[in-house]
């Protein structure tokens, strides 16, 4: 048995979960997240808990199993607490302003890049050298986050660029001078 599938997930009060065959829908107070489940795996709501069911011992109805589980507690935390990914922007001149909902980024480029949040998405800049990106869907938060990070990566001879927080950057030495 997956034992991330077999764990129950518990519906906190104020959540709503609607499933109408392989259709989940759950609304909270931060907002409302609709899914597909895939692969014949079905859930059962028992009060406030919900429990994922696998069909039968095939292989792929195990490798979907933990993974439904993971995507609806997921479901079920972003509504009520929503997740956020941190970035921090290294370098001499770069830099992040706000520009409405979206915001600006010089990254030593000769132009300034536009990112625009999309929808559900918020970003929050308490330092220029700071970008926190917030929304009620994990994979939406995450996928904004990297793409965020895909304009400048760290480099690794001087560290620059865009990093999520606490991410390590390996560090390479330059070239030997002659002597």
């Not at 918020?122 to 990106?133: C, D, H, N, Y």
Request: charged letters at 25%; a positive charge.
């Amino acid at each position: 048995m997956s034992r991330i599938g077999q764990a129950p997930i518990t519906v906190p009060a104020g959540v709503d979960v609607n499933i109408v065959g392989t259709h989940i829908t759950v609304k909270g107070p931060k907002g409302s997240l609709d899914r597909e489940i895939p692969g014949g795996i079905t859930i059962d709501v028992d009060g406030d808990t919900l429990t994922c069911v696998r069909p039968n011992d095939e292989h792929k109805s195990k490798a979907l199993h933990g993974l439904v589980r993971s995507l609806v507690n997921n479901m079920v935390l972003g509504v009520t607490e929503g997740f956020k990914k941190e970035l921090q922007i290294v370098g001499v001149g770069y830099r992040a302003e706000a520009q409405g909902k979206d915001i600006r980024l010089s990254l030593g480029f000769s132009h300034t890049i536009d990112v625009k949040a999309p929808e559900g998405i918020s970003f929050e800049l308490p330092a220029q050298t700071q970008v926190i990106v917030s929304g009620i869907d994990k994979e939406v938060v995450g996928q904004v986050a990297a793409n965020i990070r895909s304009l400048r990566k760290p480099e690794p001879y001087k560290g620059k660029g865009v990093r999520y927080l606490g991410e390590r950057v390996v560090r390479k030495a330059g070239k030997a001078g002659k002597k």
